[in-house]
T-cell receptor, first 113, second 118 residues
Framework: SQQGEEDPQALSIQEGENATMNCSYK?????LQWYRQNSGRGLVHLIL?????REKHSGRLRVTLDTSKKSSSLLITASRAADTASYFC?????????????FGAGTILRVKS | DSGVTQTPKHLITATGQRVTLRCSPR?????VYWYQQSLDQGLQFLIQ???????AKGNILERFSAQQFPDLHSELNLSSLELGDSALYFC?????????????????FGAGSRLTVL
């Protein structure tokens, strides 16, 4: 089973609104990452938050991490139509070189203009 | 262009056949990962290679095999294909950092190879 599970599965908002996506995971992690995928394309890394961090910002993105609840959230502020994509959280285990990232099922975000 | 090159982009074949997917990692990246993305299974980790050696294995079927060559490109071989193997196959690469920074690998994905088995 997948390590990360995103919520909601799909989200539809108007341009200019904020979008919040949540991710829950099951085991301890070194870090958690968020990726974006435009339809049928490759995934693109957005942001990484380490297990000892609680919040991180990058442009219009804000990520929080609560290791006690094993959850993370991704907030996209002032959304644009171009933000329409699928968003995935990914977690890794504590392996020296074999750092496989396990991806959640993703949240499909649609931003209407 | 992410710097990770995958070929072919599209492939249509019949059940029982064998195909090879090719991946060239981003320059300087030593690690290559293969993922399968399908509608019902999501993004599944298959296998990882680091500098020519297998480092981690996921839900890879016995009909599938992979290798990483000395020039660091990788190939994923899929044999005895079934309808359910139809999916997008992604290759990703990263610089596998040594300790104490291990665990902070950011993956750069290729555009994927779309396999359709008829």
């Amino acid at each position: 089973s997948q390590q990360g599970e995103e919520d909601p599965q799909a989200l539809s908002i108007q341009e200019g609104e904020n979008a919040t996506m949540n991710c829950s995971y099951k085991t301890s992690i070194n870090n958690l990452q968020w990726y974006r995928q435009n339809s049928g394309r490759g995934l693109v890394h957005l942001i990484l938050i380490r297990s000892n961090e609680r919040e991180k910002h990058s442009g219009r993105l804000r990520v929080t991490l609560d290791t006690s609840k094993k959850s993370s959230s991704l907030l996209i502020t002032a959304s644009r139509a171009a933000d329409t994509a699928s968003y995935f959280c990914a977690t890794d285990g504590n392996m020296e070189y074999g750092n496989k990232l396990v991806f959640g099922a993703g949240t499909i975000l649609r931003v209407k203009s | 262009d992410s710097g990770v090159t995958q070929t072919p982009k599209h492939l249509i074949t019949a059940t029982g056949q064998r195909v090879t997917l090719r991946c060239s990692p981003r320059s300087g990246d030593l690690s290559v990962y293969w993922y399968q993305q399908s509608l019902d299974q999501g993004l599944q980790f298959l296998i990882q290679y680091y500098n020519g050696e297998e480092r981690a294995k996921g839900n890879i079927l016995e009909r599938f095999s992979a290798q990483q060559f000395p020039d660091l490109h990788s190939e994923l071989n899929l044999s005895s294909l079934e309808l359910g193997d139809s999916a997008l196959y992604f290759c990703a690469s990263s610089v596998a950092l040594t300790r104490p920074l291990a665990g902070a690998n950011v993956l750069t994905f290729g555009a994927g190879s779309r396999l359709t088995v008829l």
